[in-house]
């Protein structure tokens, strides 16, 4: 059985691909960066170096080349190790290039190396494994009684009602 600091812990880390999911999504670099260290290197296969590096170079692709985004994780798993962690988790992601119908899909793996220093978890080392990805073109909208611009849009940045001022008017709400 598992002790309640090693919860903690597998809890911090599971949160810390969350967070660089949303970073990702909302194109908000310092959100990204708040999953690893600033010493910590990221290998996306072309695309390999210090990752707060990567961080500021991804959102700014994103920004540049896409409409939306769309990152998921699923069948995560941690091993502790003392101030050490692996992490392997799936990522499924969906990307609307700008100017194409297609939607670019990716899956693959988030491997990370994940280490406790003065008491937080943050990632050391990431690599990203390839395990298959396509594209295809979305089907308009199917639930006919629900117009889709009916709900609330995502956004990017201070746009996106989670970044933006949607949050804080949600949470001051009675």
Request: hydrophobic share 40%; charged share 25%; proline share 2%.
């Amino acid at each position: 059985m598992l002790t309640h600091e090693e919860l903690a812990a597998k809890q911090e880390i599971a949160d810390l691909l969350l967070g660089y999911c949303r970073g990702i999504d909302r194109c908000d670099a310092e959100l990204v960066k708040q999953a690893f260290w600033p010493d910590a290197y990221d290998n996306h296969g072309a695309d390999a170096g210090p990752a707060w590096e990567f961080a500021d170079r991804i959102v700014a692709a994103k920004l540049a080349t896409t409409e939306w985004t769309t990152h998921t994780v699923a069948n995560h798993l941690v091993e502790l190790d003392g101030d050490r962690a692996f992490s392997e988790a799936i990522v499924l992601t969906f990307q609307k290039q700008k100017d194409q119908d297609e939607i670019n899909v990716f899956c693959g793996r988030y491997v990370d190396r994940v280490e406790r220093r003065d008491g937080s978890w943050r990632i050391a080392y990431r690599q990203m494994v390839h395990d298959w990805s396509g594209s295809t073109v979305l089907a308009p909208w199917a639930l006919g009684s629900v117009a889709s611009g009916a709900f609330v849009q995502g956004a990017r940045r201070d746009a996106d009602f989670v970044t933006g001022p949607g949050r804080s008017d949600l949470m001051g709400a009675k």
